[in-house]
């Protein structure tokens, strides 16, 4: 699997579109250059990349990246999205000056490139437009050296300037009047080419609509409520992306949460480059959980007859029992021959071979590694999704692992899709005795299967009813 990149994603339905650092320095991807920032305040030149005082965060959980630095009198904050309109796309960023007096700001192209320099309102690498300044800069620079900050602090005089380096140090640098408390925006075009503008704030407002009719959960810990957050939308933008594993576990997240359309997205990308090359083992097994899952919730051909058969070969010794009797249950609906290689292959192997799933301490080690700066946005949530419900054939589990911290606390989840349909459930504690209230919905491709719910708090208990409530004993609650 590729490296995670050092910084976070902003992109669109059509997946990431450049990476925002810590220090809120952009990078487009697929481009060697990148895009960083400084403020001139009242004491002296402030670089982002080089002060402490910077704080990095995500607007509201979605793929909107602010960022403060703090100087004299307050901060200046930078929020970075990716913007589209019609066949441009772009990333927008905007700069705030929330101290009371004006500052400067510079802008400046730095990384690998052979020929850089500042043209009317344009920062250019090559002949490509990096930077739209929507203005003409009062101060400009190109440097060969890379060492464009020194021409900042010595103050660059307005008009355009190119910079040319065999090395491919070359760099250019714009620097711009910051009002208070006024936005200033620039565009960095997707390939160098029209600009387009938005603000970040109805980016992150378009993204909220999006996820707001997906499945919810308000669970007892304030962080994996944030990582579920953090989640849906890490899971739409993986979701248009090119890394097969990655958006192959976005479709099986986006399905659990009722966004199967989205998920639709995720397994296009999987199935385009699983045509393309053989994938790798772990990334074979997740295809294939990825395509049942497309049966199992939404009632839609999984496309699974085709391409089992060298998924399974692809998987080898990486195929566990879970994954297995997925894929079985759907071949068995939609290519019974090819069904019986399956359940075959279910009964030979080891009963203790399963994907492991994250309770406890590894729910908490994945809930962080979601909402650190830059880690995995989909481990918190599909970890959650792992403590929350278990699904068998004959069967639905809620609650199949209770973490220690959420014990005596209560949590309320809304609209999971499973292959049993729509499931709703309340916990409530009436001292050491857990109280389920729960409802199942015929999934709208067929009716509701009379299978017994069960909890892993009680495994004593079960229901076949659709909706009811329960006073459960102790059970398994430690």
Same mark, same amino acid.
């Given at each position: 699997?590729?490296?995670?990149?050092?910084?976070? /994603?902003?992109?669109?339905?059509?997946?990431?579109?450049?990476?925002?650092?810590?220090?809120?320095?952009?990078?487009?991807?697929?481009?060697?250059?990148?895009?960083?920032?400084?403020?001139?305040?009242?004491?002296?030149?402030?670089?982002?990349?080089?002060?402490?005082?910077?704080?990095?965060?995500?607007?509201?959980?979605?793929?909107?990246?602010?960022?403060?630095?703090?100087?004299?009198?307050?901060?200046?904050?930078?929020?970075?999205?990716?913007?589209?309109?019609?066949?441009?796309?772009?990333?927008?960023?905007? /700069?705030? *000056?929330?101290?009371?007096?004006?500052?400067?700001?510079?802008?400046?192209?730095?990384?690998?490139?052979?020929?850089?320099?500042?043209?009317?309102?344009?920062?250019?690498?090559?002949?490509?437009?990096?930077?739209?300044?929507?203005?003409?800069?009062?101060?400009?620079?190109?440097?060969?050296?890379?060492?464009?900050? *020194?021409?900042?602090?010595?103050?660059?005089?307005?008009?355009?300037?190119?910079?040319?380096?065999? @090395?491919?140090?070359?760099?250019?640098?714009?620097?711009?009047?910051?009002?208070? *408390?006024?936005?200033?925006?620039?565009?960095?075009?997707?390939?160098?080419?029209?600009?387009?503008?938005?603000? =970040?704030?109805?980016?992150?407002?378009?993204?909220?609509?999006?996820?707001?009719?997906?499945?919810?959960?308000?669970?007892?810990?304030?962080?994996?409520?944030?990582?579920?957050?953090?989640?849906?939308?890490?899971?739409?933008?993986?979701?248009?992306?090119?890394? =097969?594993?990655?958006?192959?576990?976005?479709?099986?997240?986006?399905?659990?949460?009722?966004?199967?359309?989205?998920?639709?997205?995720?397994?296009?990308?999987?199935?385009?480059?699983?045509?393309?090359?053989?994938?790798?083992?772990?990334?074979?097994?997740?295809?294939?959980?990825?395509?049942?899952?497309?049966?199992?919730?939404?009632?839609?051909?999984?496309?699974?007859?085709?391409?089992?058969?060298?998924?399974?070969?692809?998987?080898?010794?990486?195929?566990?029992?879970?994954?297995?009797?997925?894929?079985?249950?759907?071949?068995?609906?939609?290519?019974?021959?090819?069904?019986?290689? @399956?359940?075959?292959?279910?009964?030979?192997? =080891?009963?203790?071979?399963?994907?492991?799933?994250?309770?406890?301490?590894?729910?908490?080690?994945?809930?962080?590694?979601?909402?650190?700066?830059?880690?995995?946005?989909?481990?918190?949530?599909?970890?959650?999704?792992?403590?929350?419900?278990?699904?068998?054939?004959?069967?639905?589990?809620?609650?199949?692992?209770?973490?220690?911290?959420?014990?005596?606390?209560?949590?309320?989840?809304?609209?999971?899709?499973?292959?049993?349909?729509?499931?709703? /459930?309340?916990?409530?504690?009436?001292?050491?005795?857990?109280?389920?209230?729960?409802?199942?919905?015929?999934?709208?491709?067929?009716?509701?299967?009379?299978?017994?719910?069960?909890?892993?708090?009680?495994?004593?208990?079960?229901?076949?009813?659709?909706?009811?409530?329960?006073?459960?004993?102790?059970? *398994?609650?430690?």
């Amino acid at each position: 699997m590729p490296e995670r990149p050092a910084g976070e /994603f902003v992109g669109d339905l059509e997946g990431p579109v450049a990476t925002v650092g810590a220090d809120g320095t952009v990078e487009p991807l697929g481009s060697p250059w990148r895009v960083g920032w400084a403020v001139g305040a009242e004491d002296r030149w402030h670089v982002a990349a080089q002060e402490a005082a910077v704080r990095t965060r995500l607007v509201d959980d979605m793929p909107v990246v602010a960022t403060a630095m703090k100087v004299p009198g307050g901060d200046v904050v930078q929020q970075v999205a990716a913007v589209t309109a019609g066949a441009r796309r772009g990333v927008v960023v905007e /700069f705030v *000056n929330e101290t009371p007096v004006p500052v400067s700001l510079a802008l400046a192209v730095t990384g690998s490139a052979k020929r850089a320099g500042v043209r009317g309102s344009q920062l250019l690498v090559g002949d490509l437009t990096a930077v739209e300044l929507g203005r003409v800069p009062g101060g400009a620079a190109a440097v060969s050296d890379g060492q464009v900050w *020194n021409e900042v602090r010595s103050g660059p005089p307005p008009g355009d300037c190119q910079a040319s380096s065999r @090395a491919g140090l070359a760099a250019a640098v714009a620097v711009l009047p910051l009002a208070r *408390n006024v936005p200033l925006r620039v565009c960095l075009p997707a390939d160098g080419g029209a600009s387009v503008l938005g603000s =970040p704030g109805q980016v992150a407002a378009g993204w909220q609509a999006m996820v707001a009719g997906a499945a919810s959960a308000e669970l007892p810990d304030a962080t994996a409520v944030r990582a579920w957050r953090r989640g849906i939308p890490a899971s739409i933008l993986a979701a248009g992306g090119a890394e =097969p594993e990655a958006a192959a576990r976005a479709a099986i997240v986006l399905d659990q949460v009722g966004l199967p359309d989205e998920a639709d997205r995720a397994r296009a990308v999987v199935a385009d480059a699983v045509e393309r090359s053989r994938p790798q083992p772990e990334v074979a097994v997740v295809v294939l959980r990825a395509l049942a899952s497309r049966r199992l919730r939404a009632g839609r051909d999984s496309g699974l007859a085709e391409c089992a058969g060298p998924l399974v070969a692809a998987a080898g010794d990486r195929l566990d029992r879970l994954t297995l009797e997925q894929a079985a249950a759907v071949l068995g609906v939609e290519a019974p021959a090819v069904a019986r290689d @399956a359940h075959r292959l279910l009964i030979e192997t =080891p009963r203790d071979s399963a994907p492991g799933t994250a309770t406890g301490d590894g729910l908490a080690a994945a809930v962080r590694d979601s909402i650190t700066f830059g880690g995995d946005g989909l481990a918190g949530i599909e970890a959650a999704l792992d403590c929350l419900a278990a699904e068998a054939p004959d069967h639905l589990v809620v609650l199949p692992a209770l973490p220690g911290d959420w014990k005596g606390a209560p949590l309320d989840v809304r609209g999971l899709a499973t292959r049993h349909g729509l499931l709703s /459930f309340s916990v409530r504690w009436h001292g050491s005795r857990p109280a389920l209230l729960w409802e199942r919905v015929p999934p709208t491709h067929r009716p509701l299967s009379p299978v017994p719910l069960r909890c892993g708090l009680d495994q004593s208990w079960q229901s076949e009813a659709p909706a009811g409530e329960a006073l459960l004993g102790p059970g *398994n609650v430690a």
